[in-house]
């Protein structure tokens, strides 16, 4: 019997391990969300959305070894930090954008519509035939030191002017909050 409690507990540990996980990811979504959809109008019928949501998330890459060179806390935690980046990654934002607006957050999502690929970014652009259009592209969220989180945050558009940054956010008392912006650039 003792055998069946530990292989059940063992279960239920990596379970509530890969279900924290997904919830920060949706915690961090929202929070992304509702900084960038901020100032966008509620969608309604006919209305031209300016700013789309990109499906997948964007895999971490060696531009994240520069922002850890830039910042004292990112370089006491690089090793943690870097056992996350991958530039392989193969996963959407499907489970933690339908837990966000599950039951709940129904005026940010008014905003927000459903998220895009790419190839459907470029055939709404080139329907309305407008360069006002952006895409907002989030990367996997990189957690360390128990408390904090790096994620990057481009915006794209078919014509220059594209952005993108880092954000530092902090856990306090379950609440993620933006701390700081890093490595941001314009073109």
């Given at each position: 019997?003792?055998?069946?409690?530990?292989?059940?507990?063992?279960?239920?540990?990596?379970?509530?391990?890969?279900?924290?996980?997904?919830?920060?990811?949706?915690?961090?979504?929202?929070?992304?969300?509702?900084?960038?959809?901020?100032?966008?109008?509620?969608?309604?019928?006919?209305?031209?959305?300016?700013?789309?949501?990109?499906?997948?998330k964007?895999?971490?890459?060696?531009?994240?070894?520069?922002?850890?060179?830039?910042?004292?806390?990112?370089?006491?935690?690089?090793?943690?930090?870097?056992?996350?980046?991958?530039?392989?990654?193969?996963?959407d934002?499907?489970?933690?954008?339908?837990?966000?607006?599950?039951?709940?957050?129904?005026?940010?999502?008014?905003?927000?519509?459903?998220?895009?690929?790419?190839?459907?970014?470029?055939?709404?652009?080139?329907?309305?035939?407008?360069n006002?259009?952006?895409?907002?592209?989030?990367?996997?969220?990189?957690?360390?030191?128990?408390?904090?989180?790096?994620?990057?945050?481009?915006?794209?558009?078919?014509?220059?002017?594209?952005?993108?940054?880092?954000?530092?956010?902090?856990?306090?008392?379950?609440?993620?909050?933006?701390?700081?912006?890093?490595?941001?650039?314009?073109?």
């Amino acid at each position: 019997m003792k055998f069946d409690f530990k292989l059940i507990a063992a279960f239920l540990f990596c379970f509530q391990i890969g279900f924290s996980q997904e919830n920060q990811d949706a915690a961090i979504l929202k929070i992304l969300l509702s900084k960038y959809y901020q100032n966008e109008k509620v969608i309604v019928k006919n209305r031209l959305q300016l700013l789309s949501f990109y499906c997948s998330k964007a895999p971490n890459n060696e531009e994240t070894f520069e922002v850890i060179n830039k910042s004292s806390l990112l370089k006491q935690n690089s090793a943690e930090i870097k056992k996350q980046i991958n530039n392989q990654l193969q996963e959407d934002w499907s489970k933690e954008y339908n837990s966000v607006f599950n039951n709940q957050n129904q005026y940010l999502k008014s905003k927000v519509n459903a998220c895009l690929s790419l190839d459907e970014f470029h055939k709404v652009s080139i329907r309305f035939n407008d360069n006002n259009q952006r895409l907002m592209i989030v990367s996997k969220p990189m957690y360390f030191a128990k408390k904090y989180c790096l994620v990057k945050v481009a915006f794209y558009r078919n014509i220059e002017h594209n952005y993108g940054c880092y954000l530092l956010i902090e856990n306090s008392n379950n609440v993620w909050i933006i701390k700081e912006l890093l490595n941001e650039w314009e073109t």
